[in-house]
Each structure stands twice: as C-alpha cells, then as structure tokens.
C-alpha cells in the first residue's frame, strides 16, 4: 500500500508538471517541457556515450562533464519543481548515485584520464571540485541540513586536493572554455560555489576554514587578470558566498556586463575576450578553426549565464539589461535535433572546432555540447527566482 501510495503521488506531480508546462500563464514566451525533454534526452545521450569509469568492486559510472552533467545539475531540479514536479528525473538519480559513488571508493577507482601522470593528476583535482559542487547542490536542493555524509566526505577530499596556491589541478586538453589554460581559475569558481552552496559542510575541520581563506585569495588576486566569462563565473560564485566580492567589484563587473550586451540583447561566448587555449603553441589560438561567423552572434549560453547570474545577484526582471536578455532568450529556443526527435532549446558553438558543419569535429552528440550549457543557463535564467 505504501509503494502504491507513492506511486500515485508521484504520478499526480508529473501530471502537475505537464499541466503547468503547457499553461499560458506558466509558459511565458518559452517551452517548459520540451526544454526538459531536451535536458533529459541529452543526458541519457551522456550516459550512453560518455566515458565509463571502473568504480568500487567491479562497477561503472559515467564521468561527469562540464559542458552537459554540470549544468544539468545546477539546472534540471529548479526547472522540476517550476513544474511542481517534486519527484527527482531519473537521470537526476543516476548523476547523484554514481558521484557518491566515486566519492566513497577514492582510493580504488579508475581516473577521469589515466593516459599519464599529468592527467592523473589533472583528473583528481577537477572531479573532487565536481564531487563537492554536485553533492551540495543536491543537498541545498532538499534543503538538507546537517549535510549528508557523502557530501562532508566530498568536502574533506577537497580540501586535500587544494594546491598551495588555493586551486586546483584542472583538466587541460586545450579547449575553451572549460578544459584549457585558463580553465583552472573556472575550476576554482566552481569550488567557490560549491563552498557557498555546501554552508557548514564546506568548513568540517580546520583544514576547511584554511582551505577556504586559500581559495578566497586565489581568486582575488588574479581576478583583474582574468577573462570575462571566468570573472562572471566568480560573481555567480559569489552570490553563494557572500563575502567573496566586494560590493564595488561587483558594481564594476556588473558594468562591464552591461557593456558586453549586443544590439540584440543578447551576449556572445566568442566575444569574450581573452581566451587562452593551453597546451603549448595553442595558447594564442584554438586547437582547430571555429565558425566565426556564429561566434560573434548573441548565443545561449552566454545570455543565459549573464542574465541568470545579474538575477541571482539581485537585480530584478525589470532592469533594462536583464529585460532585454530574457526577451532574447525567450525568442531563441528553437528546434535541436536529438536522435529522431526534435527538441526546442538554446544553441550556443564551440570556440575550438567548426562543429555546424560535418567532418570529423561534427558528430551529432559533440556538436551539441555547448547547446546543453546554454539549455540550462537558459532555463535558470528564466525561471522566476527563488
């Protein structure tokens, strides 16, 4: 009777959810389902393709990626429960079950990338900070407090990971924006967010409140340095933690991201500036040739990014910037093919390959990577506020 019970419940949340997602009043200028079914379906695409890892006694999971997982994990729940669906997706299942997998089988389990020591090295530093970013965002998501175990442990092996420098060793295969030379800073964003997010979790011991102060100073010391989408990565970050900026940097960021606004409304990932391609002579210039023709439009992921973090700091729908993004967003979910069916969502392209256009670089599920960023930017940024 129980099981039946919560079946039944579970059934009428789905049903809510669809009701909501098709209502007028619900649906503002944008398709609440499809963009989950696009999410969803390209996370199975994920799990059928993505990497498998040996983890524990004689199991496997699948990496987790920063251009598809993370995002779906940021995204996927906020967009459920617009839906007033409260029942976890399984795909949300599955991503949560196998980091804590990972995360209680460290000493044992297969590296992201093993092809070297490098990446051995590089492959430690960015999954713990996934692991932790991945688990607390869960917890925050059912409000659980104290923290769960796996998410202290997540934690604890942060800390461990942590360079001297207050960052970590991050994925480096020289491809903007998330595994390049200028990534590590990124990386560390996502650590800051993971902190604000995790709240007493991030600090279990001594070595936490150390490991914090280190982390804090890293990033404020090479912020004016940095490129702009790593600098707005920081400000998202910071409207977890708190005390992360100061209010006049953030004034000033905010302006600058006022400035980086295209006629259109929107803003473009290509016209960030200061890209910084790694492995050695890439850095000055992409591993491949981008299409620069779309680079230089307004995309998704960018606009959703910009206007989802100048929400989350504060700022209202009505502000004219934010405004005029939303409008763009609102106006550019269009059709993405995903296996034989068809899926309204966001585009954005890559900034290493020309993916649009066949080849080698244009394999259906590659090409859409950026896409499955942009997807769920787009879908925190325009879901109301919390």
């Known amino acids: ?11 009428a949340g789905l049903t ?11 649906r503002p200028g944008w398709n609440r389902e499809a963009a989950a079914g696009y999410l969803d379906a390209r996370m199975d695409a994920w799990f059928a393709s993505g990497k498998p890892l040996r983890t524990g006694e004689g199991g496997e999971v699948t990496c987790v990626s920063c251009h598809t997982v993370v995002p779906y994990v940021l ?30 089988t460290y000493e044992t389990q297969e590296a992201f990338y093993d092809v070297s020591d490098a990446k051995k090295v590089q492959s430690r530093g960015t999954e713990a900070v996934v692991n932790a970013l991945i688990l607390a965002s869960a917890d925050a998501e059912r409000a659980q407090r104290p923290s769960s175990e796996p998410t202290r442990r997540a934690f604890r092996h942060l800390w461990e990971t942590q360079r001297a420098d207050g960052a970590w060793d991050w994925l480096d295969f020289g491809l903007e924006p998330f595994e390049s030379a200028g990534a590590t800073y990124y990386g560390a964003t996502l650590a800051a967010l993971a902190a604000g997010l995790g709240g007493p979790a991030a600090t279990p ?23 702009l989408f790593n600098r707005t990565s920081l400000l998202l970050a910071s409207t977890r933690w708190k005390d992360l900026m100061s209010p006049a940097q953030r004034e000033v960021l905010v302006g600058e991201l006022r400035k980086a606004q295209q006629a259109d409304g929107g803003w473009s990932l290509g016209a960030m500036p200061g890209w910084r391609w790694g492995r050695g002579g890439w850095r000055a210039r992409p591993p491949g040739t981008p299409d620069a023709t779309l680079l230089a439009r307004s995309d998704g992921y960018a606009t959703g990014l910009v206007v989802y973090t100048l929400r989350s700091t504060g700022i209202g729908p009505d502000d004219p ?10 106006g550019h979910q269009e059709k993405v093919a995903v296996g034989e069916r068809a899926y309204p ?13 066949g080849g080698e670089r244009g394999e259906a599920w590659r090409r859409l990577f950026m896409s499955d960023a942009a997807t769920a930017f787009a879908v925190l940024a325009l879901l109301p506020g919390d």
Request: aromatic share 6%; net charge positive; glycine share 6%.
């Open 205 to 227: 011991s001594a070595d936490g409140v150390s490991g914090m102060n280190k982390l804090r100073a890293y990033l404020i010391e090479r912020y004016p340095g940095e490129n």
């Open 345 to 357: 969502a966001w585009r954005s392209h890559s900034l290493n390959y020309d993916r649009e256009h």
């Open 321 to 330: 910037a934010v405004k005029r993004g939303m409008r763009w967003l609102e």
């Open 1 to 11: 009777m129980i099981r039946k019970a919560a079946l039944i419940a579970v059934l």
């Open 75 to 104: 995204a996927r729940p906020a967009l459920r429960r617009a839906m007033r669906v409260t029942a976890p997706t399984p795909q949300e299942t599955r991503v949560l079950q196998g980091v804590i997998r990972r995360v209680e």
């Open 16 to 26: 809510a959810g669809v009701v909501a997602a098709q209502s007028p009043a619900a």
